[in-house]
């Protein structure tokens, strides 16, 4: 096995490869706004550094956010394309679900709320369960004002970035802040493993910032 893990849902664009046991090269740059120019330069540094061509990859893995439009398209079109130019599966993982994995290690038994930067003052989020190690979702992803969460939400250890742009908001902010391809890639294999689903639709939760011709049109 060996499965390449794309992440561009948050600040930062990482990428790993993962050979069913452990991650065996990896790299993440910090910039909301330059996906398209850092994302196969960390591709093809990681297939160097693990001395692997594309053709040995068995499927790819991405995150399908929440998570701002453009940044997480380029994402999900580099890896749906990869997937079908090698004829390889492609599997998607929520991101969230991967900032959760992250943080789970800092948090015992008991939950823990994962928030990001939706832009507009809003952010992205979902309530987890962590039992023994392992994590569970126990909503679905939302978008929202940070004071429009529930107050329990707001007072779990929280992940993400949106505790950082929002302090006065959350009570415990964990110093988890963006997606780790290297912990998304092992998500998607335990899920690969299970025979878990993984649809690759992606979560924009509402409507791109761009409008079209006729959406433009319409508005008048």
Known sequence: MLILAIDTSTSAI???LHDGTRAIAQGSHLDARAHTEWLAPLISTCLSDADKQPSDLTGVAFGVGP???TGLRVGMVTGLTMGHALGVPVHGVCSLDAL???????VADGELLVATDARRKEVYWARYA?????VERLTEPAVD???DLPDEVRALPSAGRGPVLYPELFATALPVLDVDAAVLAAV??????????MPVEPL???????LTTAERAARK
């Open 204 to 210: 924009y939760l509402r409507r791109p910032d761009a």
């Open 130 to 134: 962590v039992r023994s190690g392992s």
């Open 14 to 16: 990482t990428v790993a």
């Open 145 to 147: 004002r940070p004071a």
């Open 67 to 69: 998570g701002p439009f």
């Open 100 to 106: 959760a994995a992250q943080a789970a290690e800092l």
């Open 188 to 197: 998607a294999v335990a899920r690969i493993e299970t025979g878990e689903p």
